[in-house]
């Protein structure tokens, strides 16, 4: 099985949002970046896949700057093979413009799968992964929190509101994984030492034009101040009637 | 203004009058008028009540294949619908259908999509949208250039507004196959559980908790507010397979904006504020007064949450008669 798994480094989830001098972006002065969480989830099943098809590659890819190639490095630490880093000094808001570098990259790739997280944990864009699928005409299957694939063909489990969808697709695929999937594994010293040396080629990201402008980035509106309504079970009654009539949604 | 909407089994889901309530609402500001879209295998249950929060026109596009989502085949056919109808925006819902959906017609199209959008508007005859980033630890204000612009709109968030329309009902046969991506089925969940995404109310429990069992006094308060509430879970409890993943509200689970969002044994880690922080109104019960989930309350109350839970469960019970 040949498989592509695009990555993306992100701002680990507890960082505090700092506003940019810009007004438009993150400040990125102390961030920590991880590997986006939901993106361990495809290079682990990645890895459970061609471990059990007993021969295979998997190749990660990442659209961002070149400090992405460090997250590269932990996926191959993890296990994948090789690496490709489309750089890019910045991710494009507009997500149609880094599925078409992705598409560009993938194409005539010859993969059996290429997986994606459902979404970044940082911009929440949750559709690059739908969108190179259109771009390269490959079935799609978002979201997938359970999976079986057998010949040429899979069964997918995703979450929808009140159930889950049993979908059926062919292979070549494109799929986006959901927690639940698997538990991905965490790099062993000696995936760390191997890494290092597996393959990373870095090129430029061929991005189009944007076609979405950031106008402008803030903090959210502060809620206004709460009040401790009062001690134990002797304070449910105030809080029923606050609720009831000073918020108004009893 | 081209709204997609959405059916199950024949009905009208709910956030289909949130997507009619937000392209009315960008029709307004750029004078113009409201498509709302059904892709369906028959007629659909409550169609016809459209007019009433906006739209001028409800069209059915019917086909076998359409009872349950086709992905490929809802794309193409709404695709080509957006490229002939010379439509300004297209307003899907964010709901995990509509999440699928919009990335494959912005593909098509090779339009901007912006998703999940908590707000939406007209600058300069351009369509602009704001979003949360970060979950929700920023806000981003985003143009769309080119048209269509295609949003998705956070459930929850764009509140119904009644604004009368003439709501003309249109039917029309389409031909294709569902594509290569097929449906099966739909396992459902248990009989009347709502998604945490898209439930008015939201009671949620942490470590708190103490272990898994007792979230039984969660799901009977829930139950107490009469089909109007979900439970929901921290990270902490869902990776400890207390509760499953789809409860999860946070930066790594579900952003959530109900009206009402209960913590129950919750601190209020930043990545779990981050995911309800956008709710009408907090309440926190929690033993520790210092937890952070109090900076972000509304009304807090202190204390042995197994003392105050079903002490809550009963005055919410009498108010339901």
């Given at each position: 099985m040949k498989i592509a798994v695009c990555i993306k480094r992100v701002p680990d989830s507890e960082t505090r949002v700092k506003i940019a001098a810009d007004g438009k972006s993150l400040d990125e002065a102390g961030v920590k970046f991880i590997l986006n969480p939901y993106d361990e989830f495809a290079v682990e099943e990645a890895l459970q896949r061609k471990e059990q098809a007993g021969s295979g590659e998997v190749v990660v890819i990442a659209l961002g700057p070149a400090a992405a190639q460090e997250t590269i490095r932990t996926a191959l630490a993890m296990g994948a093979d090789r690496g490709t880093l489309l750089q890019a000094d910045r991710i494009p808001a507009d997500g149609l413009a880094a599925a078409t570098a992705l598409a560009a990259e993938l194409k005539g790739g010859g993969y059996d799968l290429i997986l994606f997280g459902k979404m970044a944990i940082d911009d929440y864009n949750h559709q690059v992964g739908p969108m190179v699928a259109e771009l390269l005409d490959l079935p799609c299957v978002t979201t997938v929190a359970h999976l079986e694939i057998e010949g040429g063909k899979g069964v997918a489990e995703r979450e929808i509101e009140g159930g889950l969808e049993v979908v059926e697709f062919p292979l070549?695929?494109?799929?986006?994984?959901?927690?639940?999937?698997?538990?991905?594994?965490?790099?062993?010293?000696?995936?760390?030492?191997?890494?290092?040396?597996?393959?990373?080629?870095?090129?430029?990201?061929?991005?189009?034009?944007?076609?979405?402008?950031?106008?402008?980035?803030?903090?959210?509106?502060?809620?206004?101040?709460?009040?401790i309504v009062g001690e134990g079970g002797a304070a449910v009654a105030e809080l029923v009637r606050l609720l009831r009539e000073e918020a108004k949604v009893l | 203004m081209l709204a997609v909407l959405e059916q199950r089994d024949g009905a009208l889901r709910k956030v289909s009058h949130e997507v009619v309530t937000g392209a009315r609402r960008l029709a307004d500001a750029l004078g113009g008028s409201v498509d709302a879209l059904l892709l369906a295998a028959g007629g659909v249950k409550g169609a016809d009540q459209l007019g009433r929060f906006g739209a001028d026109k409800v069209i059915t596009l019917t086909n076998a294949a359409f009872g349950m989502y086709a992905p490929e085949g809802y794309a193409r056919v709404i695709a080509e619908r957006a490229a002939t109808g010379g439509y300004r925006a297209v307003v899907f819902a964010a709901s995990a259908t509509g999440k699928d959906l919009a990335p494959r017609v912005a593909?098509?199209?090779?339009c901007a999509l912006a998703q999940d959008v908590t707000d939406v508007g007209v600058e300069a005859g351009a369509v602009v949208v704001t979003r949360p980033v970060y979950a929700g630890k920023a806000l981003l204000t985003l143009k769309l250039a080119g048209t269509p612009a295609l949003v998705s709109l956070r459930p929850n968030v764009f509140t119904p507004v009644e604004r009368p329309r003439a709501g003309v009902v249109e039917s029309a046969a389409v031909d294709g196959s569902a594509g290569r991506v097929v449906v099966?089925?739909?396992?459902?969940?248990?009989?009347?559980?709502?998604?945490?995404?898209?439930?008015?109310?939201?009671?949620?429990?942490?470590?708190?908790?103490?272990?898994p069992a007792n979230f039984k006094v969660l799901e009977e308060l829930a139950a107490a507010f009469a089909g109007r509430a979900a439970v929901g879970a921290s990270r902490a409890v869902v990776d400890a397979g207390w509760r499953p993943h789809a409860d999860q509200v946070g930066q790594t689970g579900k952003t959530v904006s109900p009206t009402l969002y209960v913590a129950v044994g919750i601190s209020?880690?930043?990545?779990?504020?981050?995911?309800?922080?956008?709710?009408?109104?907090?309440v926190?019960?929690?033993?520790?007064?210092?937890?952070?989930?109090?900076?972000?309350?509304?009304?807090g109350i202190v204390g042995d949450l197994f003392e105050v839970v079903p002490k809550?469960?009963?005055?919410?019970?009498?108010?339901h008669g």
């Open positions: 070549p695929a494109v799929l986006t994984t959901d927690k639940g999937l698997n538990e991905p594994r965490y790099p062993a010293l000696k995936g760390i030492m191997a890494a290092k040396k597996k393959p990373l080629d870095v090129k430029p990201a061929a991005l189009g034009a944007g076609r979405m402008e950031v106008v402008a980035m803030k903090p959210p509106p502060d809620r206004k101040e709460g009040k | 593909a098509r199209l090779g099966q089925r739909i396992r459902a969940a248990d009989a009347g559980a709502l998604d945490v995404a898209e439930a008015p109310i939201v009671v949620s429990g942490g470590r708190g908790l103490k272990e209020g880690a930043i990545q779990h504020l981050a995911g309800m922080r956008t709710s009408k109104v907090i926190a019960i929690n033993k520790d007064k210092d937890a952070p989930i109090f900076k972000v309350a509304d009304y809550l469960t009963e005055e919410i019970k009498k108010l």
